[in-house]
């Protein structure tokens, strides 16, 4: 039965780690929803959290829950900060969002130690250096 159930594939979309003001040294960073799609994303649901040991410690993170409208075409948007101390944990970013009649989601995990300055590169529409997951 379950094989007959047909899971559309998310393509297009990114989840980015971004320095504020390009500076990998900054305490906080933004992640941003980037919509690469040629169609708008409609009820954008984020979830997000992180867990992992952190000096030693377990360390697990509130559940943070974003919702926005729509995301246009090609644009991108700011969903929340992040401290990099958090960086040593795994960061899991869950979207949800309306294709049309269908309801796509996808996980975006940031496994320890993932973003950091060696792991940049350039993040389309955003024009700045992230770290990205697609």
Not at 73 to 91: C, D, H, K, M, W
């Amino acid at each position: 039965m379950k094989r007959d159930i047909i899971t559309p594939e998310v393509e297009d979309v990114i989840v980015a780690a971004v320095p504020r003001n390009g500076n990998v040294e900054e305490v906080l960073w933004d992640i941003y929803l980037v919509n690469l799609r040629d169609d708008p994303m409609e009820n954008v649901l984020i979830t997000s959290q992180g867990h992992g040991i952190l000096d030693g410690r377990d360390k697990t993170t509130t559940v943070l829950r974003h919702f926005h409208q729509q995301l246009p075409a090609y644009t991108a948007i700011r969903v929340e900060p992040i401290q990099s101390e958090l960086f040593g944990i795994q960061n899991e970013y869950w979207i949800s969002f309306n294709d049309a009649d269908t309801l796509l989601d996808k996980r975006f995990i940031f496994k320890a130690g993932a973003i950091s300055a060696e792991a940049l590169e350039a993040v389309p529409v955003l024009n700045s250096p992230g770290v990205m997951l697609r």
